[in-house]
């Protein structure tokens, strides 16, 4: 029962390095999305994919990019790292409905850009 | 800007006693999700509401929907010291079928044993 697997846990970055996070889900769900956690801003949506081939900017996309080549996977990719992109970052995943339905979490990954 | 804002931010409260979080929305909404974190983990679903509907209950969770209000409420009853942790609302919009989930602040619930 692996759910929402990311990887890394923690990840210290110099400014303008890039970076790709990893997302894997073994629930075969179409819909997954990437947030970012600030202190006091809740959750905020950067991108998310309705299924293999097919994604889309949420709230926040700028600096980041994404693709979707299986249902399983869906990375995220940091091209030039800024203080600012400083946060957790979690995946999640939706069976179908997407965000009609409860989404499934992973356990997050804290990035320090420095 | 935020769909949802949470309210109050803070709640400190002792076992055995009820906890009551408030969540306001802006636009009309699919449905209302409500989530629990525990400290430094990812975010794992309590309740679902559907706009259509206007209580839901799971096991000590109740949670309230007044459209006409765009608002929301979670009540944890008979806290425990486990229950401790951030909790958040989250309304799910968007004409599509998959939708679009958008969260608020959270409240951060402590309970004292």
């Known amino acids: 029962n692996a759910g929402v697997t990311q990887t890394p846990k923690f990840q210290v970055l110099k400014t303008g390095q890039s970076m790709t996070l990893q997302c894997a889900q073994d629930?075969?769900?179409?819909?997954m999305s990437w947030y970012r956690q600030d202190p006091g801003m809740g959750l905020r949506l950067i991108h998310y994919s309705v299924g293999a081939g097919i994604t889309d900017q949420g709230e926040v996309p700028n600096g980041y990019n994404v693709s979707r080549s299986t249902t399983e996977d869906f990375p995220l990719r940091l091209l030039s790292a800024a203080p600012s992109q400083t946060s957790v970052y979690f995946c999640a995943s939706s069976p179908p409905g997407g965000a009609r339905t409860e989404a499934f979490f992973g356990q997050g990954t804290r990035l320090t850009v420095v | 800007s935020q769909q949802g804002e949470e309210d109050p931010q803070a709640l400190s409260i002792q076992e055995g006693e009820n906890a009551t979080m408030n969540c306001s929305y802006k636009?009309?909404?699919?449905?209302l999700q409500w989530y629990r974190q525990n400290s430094g983990r990812g975010l794992v679903h309590l309740i679902l509401i559907r706009s259509n509907e206007r209580e839901k209950h799971s096991g000590r969770l109740r949670v309230t929907l007044d459209t006409s209000k765009k608002s929301s409420s979670l009540l944890i009853t008979a806290s425990r010291a486990a229950d401790t942790a951030s909790y958040f609302c989250a309304t799910s919009t968007g004409g599509t079928s998959y939708g679009k989930l958008t969260f608020g602040q959270g409240t951060i619930l402590t309970v004292h044993p």
């Open positions: 636009t009309s909404i699919n449905n």
């Open positions: 629930m075969n769900h179409e819909y």
